[in-house]
């Protein structure tokens, strides 16, 4: 949503979102915030409240949740959690506090004349309304009191020139609830109120009945820049009942009193020594009612206002650049996962593979918070059932981190064992110093990857760099992911398995040696005659790959035996080694220092760098021409098709049976290239390719 849009916006623009990338505040840190209250809603505000039915009356106020997405410029180098002055500045809330009483009048020292009564003495139940205009301490705040809770209100349809005359919609309802001449008026609009701010305050000092017109002897500021022509602005008009001990502008002191109000009503003002620094705020508000039977006042102690209660929260700190790519973005928010879901909640510097090893074995759900989470060795899901792995989207990161040279063959996370129900979804999972991101082995079953990023930066090793690899396995998902890597998803063959293997042994915590019946383990000479199990590559059966966006340097789907599932809806662009390289913490460092030493990037500011990368790889190849726009023979084709990667193929299948390749978006050298295949639906397709678009061998 543009800031401009937000519902209850508060206009006008602050200047730090009115030019974000313009001096003088490049390099400048904002804190973005959350601002969430609510307001009392009447027909005025919200005409679409009306009871038609009873014909048209406003029969009750509603109260409604607003909110801003503000911005306080400039507090420097923050973090999120870290204290900042000015923000505890604006999210103190009220120190103002409220008592109410009633005036008891001494006795008179005449018998022959009965006592004034105590009490309240007017002539109705009335429910008052105290509320601050002008914000501050005793003595420099003001306040306005109504005996209908502020409820005499009417909509503004004009102004004058002068501004001094405001036609309203209606005078009053009767000969009490309407206004009169030396009533004290608020003119007000929701822009108004959602800049917190006052309206401006005028004494009636004529009434036109004829054309409802009121008229104010001060002429309301243009800088209020009111417009009642503008009707979702809901300009209005209040009246409130004070009179007696008003200043120029209708208001009366906040004291420590107590103040007289009315008919033996008084109220006395204070401050909460706990707020260090509180004061009154503008549009504080108490409410109490009043009752003729007994002449009670709703007690009121030292009472916290009413309202308005505001609520905040951190969304993130901006650091503005030349353009929205060199602008950094903390994101300070806090996604709290579903307790049903994830009972494991784990974050970031916590230990993964003790939360996976936790769950029970009627399953669960682990959820990674947000931040960075280190992985210094491979993640095994080794023999689980039921088991959801998830984040919170990108913000959610899982980076191996293991010092040292490349591992060769490892993967940061294998599925294995005989694993069943495995869900791995909502989170950006980087390497550059391993084969495989995922292993997927061993006779597993119903595995879904979704809603991840998955990048294997990984460019400096013989063999082939992908994100997910399958060997023995069945029933795989694959869907709603982006993959940047040499491969995308890749049906291992012998060889890789075979590697994928060893080092998935190196992993595994040792075993205890089986006991034979007879309670002895077996002789190390069994041990030694046996043999490892030939790696043979099976059948992969209910393979899914949908609607992923796959970059790749080599291949983006390369299968070596798969019958019945589908390839569909996809994006598969090839991009050169060069751009992958990119992705690599390698490739991007800070510029050398004076004594020449190039200082690698913390991964927080890798990872921002990498959003920029993610961007550069949006832009998706041309449509394929219409069947009517074919170029005829011998006309050239448009387009530069040497912009394509060489030796890139988007989908390969060496045995392929009973598979859709339906839907999908392909930019490579070949698009899609099928060896011993049948039952191969190919259809819908958009290729752009140098060499083939589909090859049949």
């Known amino acids: 949503m543009p800031y401009s849009d937000q519902p209850f916006f508060p206009a006008p623009l602050p200047p730090s979102l009115t030019a974000p990338v313009l001096p003088p505040i490049l390099g400048r840190t904002d804190l973005i915030y959350l601002d969430v209250w609510q307001r009392e809603v009447t027909v005025i505000e919200d005409p679409g409240i009306k009871e038609i039915a009873l014909g048209g009356p406003d029969t009750t106020t509603r109260v409604q949740t607003a909110w801003q997405v503000k911005t306080l410029p400039d507090v420097g180098d923050a973090a999120c959690p870290d204290p900042i002055l000015r923000w505890d500045d604006l999210v103190r809330p009220s120190g103002g506090r409220l008592t109410t009483s009633t005036f008891v009048p001494p006795p008179d020292d005449n018998p022959c004349i009965i006592a004034a009564a105590g009490g309240y003495r007017g002539i109705e139940n009335r429910l008052y309304r105290v509320e601050i205009h002008t914000p501050g301490g005793l003595g420099t705040a003001r306040f306005k009191w109504s005996r209908n809770n502020a409820s005499i209100v009417s909509e503004v349809e004009a102004i004058s020139a002068a501004a001094d005359q405001i036609t309203v919609r209606q005078i009053g309802r009767d000969q009490i609830l309407r206004f009169n001449v030396g009533d004290w008026i608020e003119i007000t609009d929701d822009h108004r109120e959602f800049q917190r701010q006052p309206g401006h305050m005028g004494q009636i000092t004529n009434i036109d009945e004829a054309n409802r017109i009121i008229t104010i002897p001060n002429a309301i500021p243009g800088s209020l820049n009111l417009d009642p022509t503008d009707v979702t602005r809901h300009t209005r008009v209040k009246r409130w009942d004070q009179s007696s001990g008003v200043d120029a502008d209708g208001l009366l002191s906040v004291t420590a009193g107590p103040v007289d109000v009315e008919d033996g009503l008084q109220v006395a003002f204070s401050l909460d020594p706990s707020i260090t620094g509180g004061e009154f705020k503008i549009g504080d508000y108490w409410v109490f009612y009043a009752r003729t039977a007994d002449g009670s006042v709703e007690p009121l102690v030292a009472a916290a206002p009413r309202g308005i209660q505001h609520h905040y929260g951190r969304l993130a700190f901006v650091t503005w650049g030349a353009n929205m790519q060199s602008t950094f973005v903390r994101d300070c928010r806090t996604f709290w996962p579903p307790a049903k879901c994830c009972p494991i909640a784990v974050r970031p510097g916590e230990d993964i593979q003790a939360a996976i090893d936790r769950v029970p074995e009627e399953g669960g759900c682990i959820c990674l918070l947000p931040g960075i989470h280190r992985v210094y060795r491979p993640l095994l899901i080794d023999g689980k059932k039921h088991l959801t792995l998830m984040g919170v989207g990108r913000p959610t990161k899982v980076v191996f981190a293991a010092p040292g040279p490349a591992h060769a063959a490892q993967a940061l996370v294998y599925v294995v064992g005989a694993s069943l129900d495995i869900e791995i979804k909502q989170m950006l999972v980087y390497a550059d110093v391993l084969e495989h991101l995922f292993v997927v082995d061993e006779a597993s079953r119903e595995v879904n990857f979704n809603q991840g990023a998955w990048v294997n930066a990984s460019t400096t090793r013989e063999a082939g760099t992908d994100c997910i690899v399958l060997g023995q396995c069945c029933d795989v998902t694959v869907a709603n ?76 789907i390369e299968l070596q035996d798969v019958v019945t599932g589908g390839i569909e809806k996809n994006r598969l662009n090839a991009i050169t080694f060069e751009q992958l390289h990119t992705f690599s913490r390698a490739a991007n460092q800070l510029p050398p220092g004076p004594d020449g030493v190039v200082v690698p990037l913390v991964l927080e500011d890798f990872f921002r760098v990498l959003e920029g990368h993610f961007e550069a790889l949006s832009v998706c190849p041309p449509p394929p021409p219409a069947e009517e726009e074919q170029p005829a023979e011998g006309e050239e084709e448009q387009g530069d098709g040497s912009a394509i990667p060489s030796d890139t193929t988007g989908i390969m299948a060496c045995v392929m049976e009973d598979m859709q390749i339906r839907r999908n978006g392909v930019l490579a050298q070949t698009g899609v290239a099928l060896d011993y295949s049948r039952f191969v639906n190919v259809d819908a397709n958009g290729i752009t390719a140098n060499a083939a678009g589909v090859l049949l061998q």
Not at 490 to 498: I, M, S, Y
């Open 481 to 556: 992911c982006r993959m940047v890597g040499a491969f995308g998803v890749v049906q291992a063959d012998r060889q890789t398995l075979e590697r994928a293997r060893t080092a998935l042994a190196l992993r595994r915590p040792p075993q205890a040696p089986e006991e034979q019946p007879g309670g002895d383990s077996p002789a190390d000479d069994v041990i030694g005659d046996q043999e490892p199990a030939p790696v043979v590559v099976t059948t992969l059966r209910e393979l899914h790959v949908d609607q992923n966006r796959i970059h790749f340097a080599d291949t983006g």
